[in-house]
């Protein structure tokens, strides 16, 4: 049987069986996404008992106690944090990945992360900004600006922001970016350090100001985001069909991208580039619920959590009484996780 | 054009070494005999030249030890710019020539134009190299120890011990280290250590701990591999040693925010290059737990000058710091 013919005949049946399971399936993932909060709460690089953090919990007010004030002002806020930004960077990862129709597309690819890391720079440097509660918001503000700029880029030109156009914007403008940072870097010891924490992608040292700042943001973002299957299904059979289905490509993707800059704009802002979950993330989701958006997008919006929240737990308690970044965690595991995934999948098939 | 450069900068390199050839027998430096010259390097190495080194190039702090023996070097290279340099911002620099403002960044090409007769660096034992050749420099910058013989003390356990080499390096240099001006600084620092010794002999039970507070963990300093710290034990005062510092980098113990009361200090010696007056409240705000620090809520803490220190003169000024701080002390604060 040859591979077309394979194709033909199974994807349909396919298909359809899952669409009965995916519903439950989700649901599945969103009672996993708990268990894995209640752990990032109970587990960390303090050893808290189990009884002292439920007390904590039970009190809500932090009674002066150290186990009190880490679990409520620490790990609390930790991981409300680390749920909606791993959600934003998976729907993030798969809108982009869906309206550029490139698999290897994430924040990082369409400039959000140099355009962020260039503003931090920027405002230690000319504005004399310092901490990580003021400087979210240039983060946030340059990564607006950069994909606004990669997208100004590619609609150049009477075809729009085509997949290629988009990708070869997104490569010119963030080389152009590490530069301008770079070069602020090599001579500004005060930029060097408030990057060096920045860029490392954390969800250390982010506690309820941080949170409350950037979750606005990215529950309107979420919440927007999920509006985008339908559109994204039909860009998905390329450009000429979604236009002969009566859709309006352009719309379309100004549209994701201006959600896509909202929720990976204000994630990077508050955590620095975290790598791998808006990339793998999507394409694990793919794995799942095959082809239809209208559940990679809620799939990879559970999912990217769960993972991101495993990963800073892990970094946690493996280093006690020190803590690693989950950004580190995420690049020791998630290169060979992405390696599988393309040996075992099709990955192309975005 | 490009390619030219290379060779113009020979042309120009070789026009000025011929202009100058002649003029370093016209004897800028009094030296008692002009040679030969020998110094035991940190390394283990004794480094010789048939003449007394005159044109010198040194590292920002290993400059400031020499100068304040009277030997002006004629470049320095430091590791931040020369302003904020804890060793250099109050020495006058005019004549001396900025080879460098940036670790690891050395124009060697500005070097060369000096034409040194000798290289002072710290040597690190850990790192088996001097100031300005670690692992991590440009390989360009490196390329300043082909330029003359490299020298330096030893970093390692004391900066009283790093002074005295210094001292010794300045002395085989032509230095009179005996000028009353210049031993000044020597009285004051040991007046400085007696003061010390006596303030913490009256605080038996106080315990302080070298911390660094940074956004993302807080670092605890480990006095092996900090000198000042070493001393300060030496001299009486109960630096906590932290349990389990970082194997790849033990400098420090990397402690997370949920972890920040591990150690209960009586005082906190404040890393001296983030410490301000209002540090400590500021923190206090931002970090849930730095108050967790019983020392912190008091407000207990004192600026640390943290690997940098290399004279006698700098360290009685902040000796005398630590002991006002030891003196105005609460030992049961931490308790």
């Known amino acids: 049987m040859s591979a077309t013919s394979r194709y033909a005949t199974?994807?349909?049946?396919?298909?359809?069986?899952?669409?009965?399971?995916?519903?439950?399936?989700?649901?599945?993932?969103?009672?996993?996404?708990?268990?894995?909060?209640?752990?990032?709460?109970?587990?960390?690089?303090?050893?808290?008992?189990?009884?002292?953090?439920?007390?904590?919990?039970?009190?809500?007010?932090?009674?002066?106690?150290?186990?009190?004030?880490?679990?409520?002002?620490?790990?609390?806020?930790?991981?409300?944090?680390?749920?909606?930004?791993?959600?934003?960077?998976?729907?993030?990862?798969?809108?982009?990945?869906?309206?550029?129709?490139?698999?290897?597309?994430?924040?990082?690819?369409?400039?959000?992360?140099?355009?962020?890391?260039?503003?931090?720079?920027?405002?230690?440097?000319?504005?004399?900004?310092?901490?990580?509660?003021?400087?979210?918001?240039?983060?946030?503000?340059?990564?607006?600006?950069?994909?606004?700029?990669?997208?100004?880029?590619?609609?150049?030109?009477?075809?729009?922001?085509?997949?290629?156009?988009?990708?070869?914007?997104?490569?010119?403008?963030?080389?152009?970016?590490?530069?301008?940072?770079?070069?602020?870097?090599?001579?500004?010891?005060?930029?060097?350090?408030?990057?060096?924490?920045?860029?490392?992608?954390?969800?250390?040292?982010?506690?309820?100001?941080?949170?409350?700042?950037?979750?606005?943001?990215?529950?309107?973002?979420?919440?927007?985001?999920?509006?985008?299957?339908?559109?994204?299904?039909?860009?998905?059979?390329?450009?000429?069909?979604?236009?002969?289905?009566?859709?309006?490509?352009?719309?379309?993707?100004?549209?994701?991208?201006?959600?896509?800059?909202?929720?990976?704009?204000?994630?990077?802002?508050?955590?620095?580039p975290i790598i791998f979950v808006g990339l793998v993330v999507p394409h694990l989701a793919r794995l799942l619920c095959g082809p239809d958006y209208r559940w990679i997008l809620p799939y990879s919006m559970v999912l990217a959590p769960i993972v991101l929240l495993l990963a800073d737990v892990l970094g946690r308690v493996a280093a006690a009484p020190d803590e690693l970044q989950v950004g580190v965690v995420l690049g020791v595991i998630g290169a060979p996780a992405f390696v599988a995934i393309v040996r075992y999948s099709r990955l192309s098939e975005v | 054009m490009r390619a030219w450069r290379p060779i113009l900068a020979v042309t120009a390199l070789s026009v000025v070494l011929a202009g100058c050839g002649g003029r370093s027998d016209t004897g800028e430096t009094p030296a008692a005999a002009d040679g030969p010259w020998s110094f035991t390097d940190g390394s283990g190495q004794v480094v010789k030249a048939d003449k007394i080194p005159t044109r010198i190039i040194a590292h920002a702090g290993e400059a400031a030890a020499l100068m304040s023996f009277g030997i002006k070097p004629v470049g320095i290279y430091s590791d931040e710019p020369v302003k904020t340099d804890p060793n250099l911002r109050n020495l006058d620099l005019t004549g001396i020539e900025i080879l460098g403002e940036e670790w690891g960044k050395i124009n060697v090409e500005k070097a060369a134009a000096l034409r040194p007769d000798l290289i002072v660096g710290d040597w690190w034992p850990a790192e088996k190299a001097h100031s300005g050749m670690e692992e991590g420099v440009d390989a360009q910058s490196k390329k300043l120890a082909e330029l003359a013989p490299v020298a330096g003390v030893t970093q390692g356990k004391s900066i009283v011990a790093l002074a005295e080499g210094y001292e010794d390096l300045a002395e085989s240099l032509g230095a009179d280290v005996d000028k009353p001006e210049i031993a000044a600084n020597k009285t004051r620092f040991e007046e400085a250590v007696t003061a010390f010794k006596a303030a913490t002999a009256g605080k038996p039970g106080l315990t302080v701990a070298a911390m660094s507070p940074a956004d993302d963990k807080m670092y605890v300093a480990n006095p092996e591999y900090a000198p000042e710290l070493l001393d300060l034990q030496s001299w009486g005062l109960k630096v906590i040693n932290p349990g389990s510092p970082d194997p790849g980098f033990p400098y420090w113990e990397n402690l997370s925010w949920e972890n920040a009361d591990k150690y209960q200090p009586d005082l906190i010696l404040w890393d001296g290059r983030s410490f301000t007056p209002t540090a400590n409240a500021e923190w206090g705000g931002k970090q849930p737990t730095w108050f967790k620090i019983k020392a912190a809520k008091a407000g207990a803490a004192v600026s640390w000058p943290a690997f940098w220190l290399h004279t006698y003169g700098d360290f009685a000024i902040e000796l005398n710091k630590l002991t006002e701080a030891v003196k105005a002390a609460d030992p049961n604060v931490g308790n």
């Open chain 1, 10 to 272: 199974r994807t349909p049946a396919r298909g359809g069986r899952r669409a009965i399971a995916l519903g439950p399936g989700l649901a599945a993932l969103g009672v996993l996404l708990a268990v894995v909060a209640f752990l990032s709460i109970t587990m960390g690089s303090r050893s808290i008992g189990l009884s002292e953090v439920l007390r904590a919990l039970g009190n809500l007010d932090t009674d002066g106690s150290i186990t009190s004030t880490v679990t409520l002002e620490l790990r609390v806020p930790r991981t409300l944090l680390g749920i909606l930004v791993g959600a934003a960077l998976g729907v993030a990862g798969a809108i982009l990945q869906g309206v550029t129709r490139n698999p290897l597309a994430d924040a990082g690819f369409m400039g959000i992360n140099s355009g962020a890391a260039a503003f931090v720079v920027v405002a230690v440097t000319v504005l004399g900004v310092r901490g990580v509660g003021v400087y979210i918001w240039f983060a946030f503000a340059g990564a607006i600006a950069a994909l606004a700029l990669v997208y100004a880029i590619a609609s150049l030109g009477r075809e729009g922001a085509t997949p290629v156009k988009l990708a070869l914007a997104g490569a010119a403008v963030t080389a152009g970016l590490v530069s301008v940072t770079t070069g602020i870097v090599m001579t500004n010891v005060d930029a060097l350090n408030e990057l060096r924490f920045w860029q490392v992608g954390s969800l250390a040292g982010r506690y309820t100001p941080v949170l409350t700042g950037v979750a606005p943001f990215l529950l309107l973002g979420l919440a927007a985001s999920l509006g985008f299957g339908r559109a994204l299904n039909g860009l998905a059979l390329g450009e000429d069909t979604a236009r002969g289905l009566g859709q309006h490509v352009t719309r379309t993707r100004a549209a994701a991208f201006a959600v896509v800059a909202l929720l990976a704009g204000a994630a990077t802002a508050a955590c620095g």
